[in-house]
């Protein structure tokens, strides 16, 4: 009996010490089930890291599909358009027509984005006088002649938020004088995607009566110095004063530009000779009405 007594008690005990055990083993694993995970910084940078690749993948792919796609159409007729022809962008001074004041020339762009108005780039130009196909039924190629800072300044804000290209023509000699571009101005244009560079030549003469000579050193040498600045091929010219002689367009060619733009009055065709393009002058106290007048819509 006595021994019987004793088995029951080891019974009991050895029991007891198994129940301690199993409440101590699963204390612990609720404690490591509840306990949060602690994530390193390296961790945390891949998941963040992570998460900004995909969305910006998202962000750029959503992009692109947003991008409208111009689809070129050939034309049964020759293409007519309008190169339109600024200077200053700032309040006019003493009369002088070479100003178009800011409010002015955001009313005429807004109305040309309203209108429907695609800008063109030097190389849409191009595309269009040589094939006759355009990106959209309107199209327009807005310039800047002698490469004021008040372009810069002004004009550019006021096409980027537009979503409106502009190309602007420089006199290279003129370069960091009081009211004229700087070398780090024309940068700043050449990295907006929807602006462009073009040469004015070096010092702005009159080529209608400068020697061969003289007038290929300004065609030349203007376009090297934008090349080398811009890391740029310069295609397209703009004459001084929009003037020109018999030889002008041969050694434009020659020295390797596509295009050349004159201020002969009137709308750009290839009838013109791509060396002696028209355009279109917008002087300042223009109205909406006639000024969409002028760009013939």
């Known amino acids: 009996m006595k021994k019987v007594l004793q088995i029951s008690i080891v019974v009991?005990?050895?029991?007891?010490?198994?129940?301690?055990?199993?409440?101590m083993v699963s204390g612990?694993?609720?404690?490591?089930?509840?306990?949060?995970?602690k994530v390193t910084k390296s961790v945390a940078d891949k998941v963040v890291g992570e998460s900004s690749e995909k969305a910006k993948s998202s962000t750029s792919s959503e992009q692109e599909q947003a991008k409208p796609e111009h689809k070129w159409v050939k034309s049964d007729t020759p293409i007519e358009f309008p190169i339109l022809m600024y200077h200053h962008i700032a309040d006019v001074v003493d009369g002088n027509t070479l100003f178009v004041p800011a409010d002015e020339f955001k009313m005429e762009m807004t109305a040309l984005k309203n209108a429907g108005y695609y800008t063109l780039s030097p190389?849409?130009?191009?595309?269009?006088?040589?094939?006759n196909e355009k990106p959209a039924e309107k199209i327009v190629w807005v310039t800047f002649d002698d490469g004021y800072k008040n372009a810069h300044d002004t004009a550019m804000p006021i096409l980027t938020a537009l979503g409106m290209k502009g190309s602007f023509f420089i006199i290279t000699g003129n370069l960091g004088n009081e009211d004229t571009m700087t070398d780090v101005m024309l940068s700043d244009l050449k990295a907006n995607?929807?602006?462009s560079v073009g040469s004015h030549t070096v010092s702005h003469p009159d080529l209608e009566y400068s020697s061969n000579e003289a007038a290929n050193a300004e065609l030349v040498d203007s376009k090297k110095y934008l090349d080398n600045l811009l890391h740029q091929d310069t295609s397209v010219i703009c004459y001084p004063a929009g003037r020109y002689n018999t030889e002008t367009a041969g050694l434009a060619e020659a020295a390797g530009y596509k295009l050349g733009l004159t201020t002969n009055p009137g709308l750009a065709s290839s009838a013109n000779g791509l060396f002696a393009l028209n355009r279109v002058r917008v002087s300042y106290g223009q109205t909406e009405a006639s000024f969409m007048a002028s760009v013939g819509n």
């Open 193 to 195: 995607p929807l602006m």
């Open 28 to 37: 612990k694993s609720a404690r490591l089930e509840n306990r949060p995970i």
């Open 123 to 131: 190389e849409e130009a191009y595309r269009v006088l040589t094939t």
């Open 12 to 23: 009991i005990l050895v029991a007891l010490v198994g129940m301690i055990f199993f409440k």
